[in-house]
């Protein structure tokens, strides 16, 4: 594992104490913050999808109705191990300017904000990312809409370049929806630090820490997930309102995403689609020049959430 070094250390103290740490990674995962989440005793768990209401219909007087039932599914829901470990050098750790607890505290951060990278991009891609994880949006969805036929939750953009393509969902997160899990009646637990000998053919002594959690995704309905696919920098090929729109006629009455996932490419490719209406209406600013439309917020009144989670070099499909 890769060490802090005295190099890090020095960069550090030479750092203004009142402004802070200013992280450079720009892969958060809002995604994360967005969803619910839930906790669970153990670590797996069922739920029943209603698949079928019961039959009704009109009849003559005296005439009888056929008696019928709902039809439901089992789904199991697993959660699994996402860990982390984290360790420092006591000597670098003791070198630190603000003293050990507060490098300490800085090392937690950082793992923390990684397990929250590495939880976004399973949500998005699953076992494609780590097959030890659990099943991720884009999965799931090509599940639920091989069972819906003509119905499908799925719009292409009309992208060709291959493997330059990336993806829109439209997401709803209330109850039967997608939801984060986390198993053993608890979220992240990072454990105490400790100190330890680590090395191999020499040692030395470190602080070290683990983080642990167990976390699945349920998705209850297989209308809360659609996909805008295949959406790149190919001319006509990318995000629009109008793609939005039409995949949101597909969901059923009654049924409608409270979110849309995006990443940044597919933002601006929404944003340049609406200036180059301001542009061709003639509109400018007071200066004269070409009004650019704002950083889209929401699209046909559901809002966005823009996130790195979501690749542009996926497979066309």
Known sequence: MAQANLLDIAKLNGSD??????EETLTYAPEVQIMPARTIRGTSYKI???????????RAANEGST?????????????????????ADLA??????????????????????????????????????????????????????????????TVDAGGTTAATGSSVYGINTDTQGVQLVFGAGTTFELGEW?????????????HVANLTAWVGMQ??????VGRLKDATADSGGGVTDAKLAELLSKYPVGYRPNYWLMNRRSAFQLQSSRSSSVIYSGVKSSSGAEVFAPL??????????????????????
Not at 49 to 57: A, C, D, E, K, N
Not at 129 to 151: C, E, M, W, Y
Not at 219 to 224: A, R, W
Not at 296 to 317: M, Q
Request: charged content about 15%; glycine content about 10%; aromatic content about 8%.
């Open 17 to 22: 104490t009142i402004v802070g740490l200013i």
């Open 48 to 58: 029943a999808s209603r698949v079928s209401y019961p039959g009704v219909g009109f």
């Open 219 to 224: 998705v209850g309905s297989k209308y809360s």
């Open 194 to 206: 400790r100190i330890e000998n680590v090395g191999t053919a020499s040692v030395y002594p470190a």
């Open 92 to 153: 670098v750790a003791r070198a630190y300017e603000d003293g050990e607890q507060a490098w300490k505290d800085i090392e937690s951060i950082g793992v923390m904000r990684q397990a929250m990278i590495e939880l976004g991009s399973q949500v998005i891609y699953g076992t494609s990312v780590d097959a030890k994880g659990f099943p991720g949006l884009q999965a799931i969805h090509t599940a639920f809409n091989a069972g819906l036929g003509a119905s499908a939750l």
């Open 67 to 87: 008696p019928t039932k709902s039809e439901f599914e089992n789904q199991l829901i697993e959660c699994y191990i996402l860990s982390g470990a984290v360790q």
């Open 296 to 317: 889209p917020s929401e699209s046909n009144g559901i809002p966005i959430v823009i996130t790195d989670s979501i690749l542009n070099d996926e497979v066309l499909s």
